[in-house]
């Protein structure tokens, strides 16, 4: 029996009530198809902060290393951009898919949402958010920085992250710029250049803000998207809208290394922590992908069709519920209908 070790980060907000709810699923899942996952938790966000005064702590990082992967919960500042540094998690594949069940829910009208299935590859380790930033005072007035680096190296190896992932897919890869205003950072020139070993990948460079506006009015279009740290965190949250609800998607951050974090893209939720309603959808999502990272990839399908089978069913967590039809369930009730559906379509031989 192949035996994975996961580290659970669950942070705070209701990263703790997503991951409960995931390393349940995670675990009947390994009993359904013939793994085991040992699980050890650690300390990430505020929780760390108040026991090491650190939100990203040594005990953490070294819990972490050796590991097959990292459930992570959700973190309101401190911890994350530090561990994605700590272990280079530089590529960030965030897919959207939407559900047909939910498709009133999105924001898109429906039949702009047939086929669609976009893959988002976001640079996650350089960027604005890791560039030289500060605060002064001039003769003016005072004034706060951050600066936009990018090596050269850094867009070109997620450059062929995006092409493969392009090339074991539609073929297509959308390249986010805004290369009129930020010359020096050329994106198009270095993908295209990379793109020479894949001479079947179609390339569509495109301004990041006509991006936006073409996901919004024709998202069909898209199959692969390539953005640097901050267009790709800002482009992705709209396939919160195509999908129906940000609680709904998963994302998987790799290493070149192939080790990876397995986190939900939607934030801690303050207002509604505590109060067990969260939807634990994008950290299952994120949970299928480490499966498919895992090479469990019957697993991951079985996941995936079970969550579909419940939608379809009806049942709602809080964030989806609309009508008087929705079966509205909190999210230990959806975790065990889920389980009980895991059961029933592996008995049907995942019948959708």
Same mark, same amino acid.
């Given at each position: 029996?192949?035996?994975?070790?996961?580290?659970?980060?669950?942070?705070?907000?209701?990263?703790?009530?997503?991951?409960?709810?995931?390393?349940?699923? *995670?675990?009947?899942?390994?009993?359904?198809?013939?793994?085991?996952?040992?699980?050890?938790?650690?300390?990430?966000?505020?929780?760390?902060?108040?026991?090491?005064?650190?939100?990203?702590?040594?005990?953490?990082?070294?819990?972490?290393?050796?590991?097959?992967?990292?459930?992570?919960?959700?973190?309101?500042?401190?911890?994350?951009?530090?561990?994605?540094?700590?272990?280079?998690?530089?590529?960030?594949?965030?897919?959207?898919?939407?559900?047909?069940?939910?498709?009133?829910?999105? =924001?898109?009208?429906?039949?702009?949402?047939?086929?669609?299935?976009?893959?988002?590859?976001?640079?996650?380790?350089?960027?604005?958010?890791?560039?030289? =930033?500060?605060?002064?005072?001039?003769?003016?007035?005072?004034?706060?920085?951050?600066?936009?680096?990018?090596?050269? =190296?850094?867009?070109?190896?997620?450059?062929?992250?995006?092409?493969?992932?392009?090339?074991?897919?539609?073929?297509?890869?959308?390249?986010?710029?805004?290369?009129?205003?930020?010359?020096?950072?050329?994106?198009?020139?270095?993908?295209?250049?990379?793109?020479?070993?894949?001479?079947?990948?179609?390339?569509?460079?495109?301004?990041?803000?006509?991006?936006?506006?073409?996901?919004?009015?024709?998202?069909?279009?898209?199959?692969?998207?390539?953005?640097?740290?901050?267009?790709?965190?800002?482009?992705?949250?709209?396939?919160?809208?195509?999908?129906?609800?940000?609680?709904?998607?998963?994302?998987?951050?790799?290493?070149?290394?192939?080790?990876?974090?397995?986190?939900?893209?939607?934030?801690?939720?303050?207002?509604?922590?505590?109060?067990?309603?969260?939807?634990?959808?994008?950290?299952?999502?994120?949970?299928?992908?480490? *499966?498919?990272?895992?090479?469990?990839?019957?697993?991951?399908?079985?996941?995936?069709?079970?969550?579909?089978?419940?939608?379809?069913?009806?049942?709602?967590?809080?964030? *989806?519920?609309?009508?008087?039809?929705?079966?509205?369930?909190?999210?230990?009730?959806?975790?065990?209908?889920?389980?009980?559906?895991?059961?029933? =379509?592996?008995?049907?031989?995942?019948?959708?």
């Amino acid at each position: 029996m192949q035996e994975y070790r996961l580290v659970a980060l669950p942070g705070e907000g209701v990263g703790p009530e997503v991951v409960e709810a995931a390393l349940a699923v *995670l675990a009947h899942l390994a009993t359904l198809h013939g793994f085991s996952v040992r699980v050890t938790h650690g300390l990430v966000g505020e929780p760390a902060v108040q026991q090491f005064g650190t939100g990203f702590p040594e005990a953490t990082a070294r819990l972490c290393e050796g590991a097959d992967g990292i459930l992570f919960g959700a973190v309101s500042k401190a911890g994350l951009l530090e561990l994605r540094k700590q272990f280079d998690l530089f590529a960030n594949l965030r897919p959207v898919r939407p559900v047909k069940s939910l498709r009133h829910r999105s =924001s898109i009208k429906p039949e702009k949402l047939d086929g669609v299935d976009i893959l988002f590859v976001r640079e996650l380790v350089s960027g604005i958010y890791f560039g030289p =930033s500060g605060r002064g005072v001039d003769e003016t007035a005072p004034y706060g920085f951050h600066t936009m680096q990018y090596a050269d =190296s850094e867009i070109r190896r997620i450059a062929r992250v995006a092409l493969q992932q392009a090339q074991q897919r539609r073929k297509k890869l959308a390249i986010a710029h805004k290369e009129n205003a930020l010359p020096c950072l050329p994106w198009t020139r270095l993908v295209q250049e990379e793109a020479a070993a894949f001479p079947d990948v179609a390339l569509v460079p495109m301004l990041v803000d006509n991006l936006a506006m073409q996901l919004v009015m024709n998202p069909q279009q898209f199959d692969v998207i390539l953005a640097g740290n901050l267009f790709g965190d800002i482009l992705s949250d709209i396939g919160g809208a195509i999908a129906g609800s940000i609680g709904l998607l998963g994302s998987a951050s790799l290493n070149a290394d192939g080790f990876g974090l397995y986190e939900a893209i939607h934030g801690t939720a303050p207002d509604i922590a505590g109060k067990g309603i969260a939807n634990p959808m994008g950290t299952l999502a994120s949970v299928e992908l480490m *499966l498919r990272q895992w090479d469990e990839g019957t697993a991951a399908a079985h996941l995936a069709i079970a969550q579909e089978q419940l939608l379809e069913a009806g049942y709602r967590t809080a964030d *989806l519920v609309d009508s008087p039809e929705d079966r509205f369930v909190n999210t230990k009730a959806f975790t065990e209908q889920l389980i009980q559906q895991l059961t029933n =379509s592996k008995a049907n031989q995942f019948k959708s």
